[in-house]
Each structure stands twice: as C-alpha cells, then as structure tokens.
C-alpha cells in the first residue's frame, strides 16, 4: 500500500495526475513524465492504487464516478451502481454510505423527488449493497452473481421490483405474505437479504397501501422495503410515518452535470463541446437522467464531434 501512495505522490509532484475512467486508471499531464519505468510500477500497484482512489472519493463524499458497463443506450450503460457513481444529492449518498459503514441498515426507506434524480439508481445500489459477496456494502462489486442479476434485471425472489402504475396485477396480499416468508428463510438461502422495491408507490391505492402497514412496522431481519415516489403527498401517512429514513432526492447543481457529462465525453471518445454541454444542462433542469439522454441525442445529430483527449491517455 505504501509503495503505491508513494508512486501516487511522486507522480504528482511531476504534474501527473492519477484519476478513475471508469474501473480504467488514467492519468492527466505531461506525457513524458510516464516513462516505462513508471508504467511498470502502475501496472505493478493497479488494483491497489485504483482501490485507494475509489476509497478517497467515498471518503470525501465526491460522486460522479463515470463507469461505462456493456453497450447500449448511455442511460442504462452510465447508470450508477455504486455510491461513488452518483452526481449530486450530497446527504442522500451520506445517509446510505453511514449506514452500510455502520452495518446498521435501515430496513424500509422513502425516496422522494423529481423524476430523473436518482431515486430508483439509489435503490438498486442498496440492493447490490445488501447482497453483494462483498458486503453489505455501499461500493458493490459489481461482478458477482447477484450484482450481475440485479444490473440485468434478473430477480428471483429475493430482489422484486414493482411499479404501482401497473396496478399491481398479481394479488399483493399473497405476494407479500411470500416475500415476508422468503425474507424469514434467506439466512439458508443464497442470499443475505431480500429487498421489495415499490417505485411510483404514490399510485398505491390506501387499500393496497394498508397491505404494508403490519410488514413495514414488524419486518423481518432480512427483509428490505424500499418506496419511490414523486408524489409523497399523495402516498398513504400512516405508511409513510413508518418509514425509518425519508430521503428527497434534490436536483443536480450544474457544475456536478458538467464533470458528469464531460467524463463520459472522455469515455465515449469525445471531444466536450462546453457551449453544447451548456445547453444540455440548461434543458435538464438539473435532472441526471435527462442529461446524459440529451448528451447522447446530441452526439447523434452531430452536435458532439468523435476525439481522443490528449491531456488524458489510458495507462493500462
């Protein structure tokens, strides 16, 4: 560990920054200054240098870790699945990052706000947090089964998400009375945990509402119970006073936006056009979701133009 603090300092008194892409370790400055000898040595401290730095960025509550997973659309393959990942809402990531440190997770939660602020991405982060082989955890692996089944959207039991706008097709009084007995054998099970994720849940009629009311009060040791909504006036009182943490999910300041969206510029090979990002940032109102859906948008009218940064270059 020290000899990779050391490599870090050395480097940096050379104007050498070292910096996270990603699960990528780059580096900012004069190129020269990375000579083989010094590509050796990072090569050598990878994993240790890259776990300190992602260390650091929990440590100092800064967020907006950018990390490209697979192909697609730049929304679901930018989505965060770790506190680290996630632009803004400073006591949101405090909250949960305390209480997986203090292993003291709450077990019901009401997440509220606009839409595109990060309630749902916080969710799943928990759910890979409670699960994941190297927790309970606020920095999920990201690579072991049950994250991987949670990034994919494949639930078993032990992860279910709903959406009241659906209207909860499925009889919610036998669903719940399962999730409760599931939740009560997970210590035998593969899981650690089982976690009920309710999204919309302002859509909840206060019969189905009431449904909760005796499991969210009583719950199991191993059961997780997590409302989203942007309505919490309209969800039913009585469930949301029994509710442990009641977060509200803020809009993103604008300047977070930008070093969000110009790392995944970097990511993506782009060359980070400020008046366009501007722009963006404008038009999203402070909503993540929406940024780097119109960043993408942008890029295909041609707005964004393809370049690799020379002040930033991949080490290994």
């Known amino acids: 560990m020290k000899d990779a603090i050391d490599l870090i300092e050395e480097l940096k008194a050379q104007g050498v920054e070292l910096h996270l892409a990603g699960d990528n370790l780059r580096f900012r400055g004069p190129g020269d200054a ?101 927790g309970p955890t606020s920095e999920p692996c990201c690579e072991c089964i049950y994250c991987r089944r949670i990034i994919a959207r494949k639930y078993t039991m032990a992860v279910v998400e709903l959406n009241s706008v659906e209207k909860l097709k499925d009889d919610l009084r036998e669903l719940l009375k399962n999730f409760d007995a599931y939740g009560n054998g997970a210590a035998l099970d593969d899981c650690r945990s089982s976690i009920l994720l309710i999204d919309e849940c302002h859509g909840l009629t206060d019969q189905q509402a009431q449904l909760f009311l005796k499991y969210v009060e009583d719950v199991s040791e191993h059961n997780y119970y997590i409302f989203c909504t942007t309505a919490p006036d309209q969800f039913l009182p009585t469930l949301r006073d029994r509710c442990a943490i009641i977060i509200e999910f803020k809009k993103v300041p604008a300047q977070e936006l930008m070093n969000l969206l110009i790392n995944i510029c970097y990511q993506e090979q782009l060359k980070p056009n400020e008046d366009v990002l501007r722009r963006i940032i404008e038009h999203s109102e402070g909503k993540p979701r929406v940024a780097v859906r119109e960043l993408q948008q942008r890029y295909y009218a041609g707005d964004l133009e393809n370049a690799t940064s020379p002040e930033t270059t991949p080490t290994l």
């Open 34 to 134: 990375v000579t083989p000898e010094i590509r050796e040595r990072l090569k050598q401290h990878r994993t240790v240098i890259i776990s300190h730095l992602r260390q650091e960025i929990v440590r100092t509550g800064q967020g907006g870790l950018v990390v490209r997973r697979g192909d697609g659309d730049f929304t679901q393959i930018y989505r965060p699945c770790r506190i680290s990942e996630m632009a803004g809402n400073d006591e949101a990531r405090r909250i949960i990052t305390n209480a997986f440190g203090q292993k003291r997770i709450p077990h019901s939660f009401l997440f509220h706000g606009l839409s595109g602020t990060g309630k749902t991405t916080m969710a799943r982060i928990i759910e890979m947090g409670l699960n994941c082989k190297q």
